[in-house]
T-cell receptor, first 113, second 113 residues
Framework: DVKVTQSSRYLVKRTGEKVFLECVQDMDHENMFWYRQDPGLGLRLIYFSYDVKMKEKGDIPEGYSVSREKKERFSLILESASTNQTSMYLC????????????FGPGTRLTVT | AQSVTQLDSQVPVFEEAPVELRCNYSSSVSVYLFWYVQYPNQGLQLLLKYLSGSTLVKGINGFEAEFNKSQTSFHLRKPSVHISDTAEYFCAVTRAAGNKLTFGGGTRVLVKP
C-alpha cells in the first residue's frame, strides 16, 4: 500500500524559530510536493522536487526553503517562523507523469506563536 | 496557467439525498482533472480522475463526475450520500502530461441524519 508519512501531526513553534517539516514516501516516486492548506484557499503549492537535489518554486515560496538529499525524503524548512505561517502543511508524491494523481500524507498542523 | 473555481464553499445535505459539487476550470491547453476528498484530520485521498476518453468517470465510494469541455466543468455527483461522506472535497487540474496540480478552494459537505 502506498504511503506518505510526515514527521509530526501537530507542531507549536515560536516566532523566529527555525522549523523543519519532514516527509517520507515509500513508493519510489520521482516527484514530491509541499503545500499549505488554509480555509477557503484550498491547497497552494510551496515547492516541488522532480528529482534528488532538484527543486522548483511553487506559487508561494517566500519564507520557505526545501531540501531533497534522498529520493524518498523531502524536507520543508521555515528559516524564521512567523505567525502568518500558521497553517496545515501537506506533503505529496507522484510518479514522473501526473496522470495517476498525487498521494498525500496526513498533514502537519503548525502553529507559530 | 490553470485555475479552478469551486462554486460552493459549503453544501449541507440530508442522508440518502443526492449531492452535486460544482467545479469549473480555465486552461488554454488540454488538462487532466481530479477530485480529492479530505476526511477530518486526514490527508487528501483521490476519488476519481479524468484523463481522456469517456466524459463520465466513476470513482470510489459511489461518486462519479462528468467532464464537459464546452462548459469547462467537472462536476462531482453522488446519488445517495451517507453520514460518512461528511468531508471536504477538492477539485484539481493539471495540464495534460503535467505534474503540478492547481486546486480549487474546496467544498465542505455536511451530511445530516
Amino acid at each position: 500500500d502506498v504511503k506518505v508519512t510526515q514527521s509530526s501531526r501537530y507542531l507549536v513553534k515560536r516566532t523566529g524559530e527555525k522549523v523543519f517539516l519532514e516527509c517520507v514516501q515509500d513508493m519510489d516516486h520521482e516527484n514530491m510536493f509541499w503545500y499549505r492548506q488554509d480555509p477557503g484557499l484550498g491547497l497552494r503549492l510551496i515547492y516541488f522536487s522532480y528529482d534528488v537535489k532538484m527543486k522548483e518554486k511553487g506559487d508561494i515560496p517566500e519564507g520557505y526553503s526545501v531540501s531533497r538529499e534522498k529520493k524518498e525524503r523531502f524536507s520543508l524548512i521555515l528559516e524564521s517562523a512567523s505567525t502568518n505561517q500558521t497553517s496545515m502543511y501537506l506533503c505529496a508524491s507522484s510518479l514522473e507523469t501526473g496522470a495517476l494523481g498525487q498521494y498525500f500524507g496526513p498533514g502537519t498542523r503548525l502553529t507559530v506563536t | 496557467a490553470q485555475s479552478v473555481t469551486q462554486l460552493d464553499s459549503q453544501v449541507p445535505v440530508f442522508e440518502e439525498a443526492p449531492v452535486e459539487l460544482r467545479c469549473n476550470y480555465s486552461s488554454s491547453v488540454s488538462v487532466y482533472l481530479f477530485w480529492y476528498v479530505q476526511y477530518p484530520n486526514q490527508g487528501l485521498q483521490l476519488l476519481l480522475k479524468y484523463l481522456s476518453g469517456s466524459t463520465l468517470v466513476k470513482g470510489i465510494n459511489g461518486f462519479e463526475a462528468e467532464f464537459n469541455k464546452s462548459q469547462t466543468s467537472f462536476h462531482l455527483r453522488k446519488p445517495s450520500v451517507h453520514i460518512s461522506d461528511t468531508a471536504e472535497y477538492f477539485c484539481a487540474v493539471t495540464r495534460a502530461a503535467g505534474n503540478k496540480l492547481t486546486f480549487g478552494g474546496g467544498t465542505r459537505v455536511l451530511v445530516k441524519p
